[in-house]
């Protein structure tokens, strides 16, 4: 990818409100706000390259707003967002901007299901996805002993 693409897309970044996060090392970080039916949901977006071999990550700061402190669908223990299967999207190398603006768009729609809680039932898909490996654990009954 052209440095051009990438200066096109940082400053789109900046135009719709990110700010370039210099602490992140070894990637583009950008911290910005997504707006979900009124909820403002900060979130830092990273990513490696604009060839989009791996999708960028999506990351929800903290604090949350209290409509997402619930373990939600889609979001990890760290709390990186998965909003789309890397395998079924292709990207646009001719307008990278319009395809990094997919991209958030698919992210304020994953956290505006989230928000009205019309993806709920996705939490039992992703039981596991909610814990550290550390944290789980076996129980056993009495009868099993």
């Given at each position: ?17 990110y ?12 911290k ?32 949350r ?9 889609h979001?990890?223990?760290?709390g ?17 901007v ?13 956290l505006?299901?989230?928000?009205s809680?019309v ?18 654990g ?8």
């Amino acid at each position: 990818m052209s440095d051009n693409g990438l200066k096109d897309v940082h400053h789109w970044l900046l135009s719709q409100g990110y700010k370039e996060d210099s602490t992140q090392i070894g990637c583009y970080a950008y911290k910005g706000i997504v707006t979900c039916n009124k909820v403002q949901v900060p979130i830092c977006l990273s990513f490696q390259d604009l060839t989009f071999q791996e999708l960028p990550n999506v990351h929800l700061l903290e604090p949350r707003p209290v409509e997402l402190t619930r373990p939600l669908p889609h979001v990890d223990y760290r709390g990186k967002l998965c909003y789309l299967d890397q395998e079924s999207y292709r990207i646009d190398p001719y307008n990278i901007v319009m395809t990094m603006a997919t991209l958030l768009d698919r992210v304020k729609r994953v956290l505006t299901d989230s928000v009205s809680r019309v993806n709920s039932e996705d939490v039992g898909y992703e039981f596991t996805s909610y814990w550290e490996s550390h944290d789980l654990g076996a129980i056993l009954s009495q009868a099993s002993l």
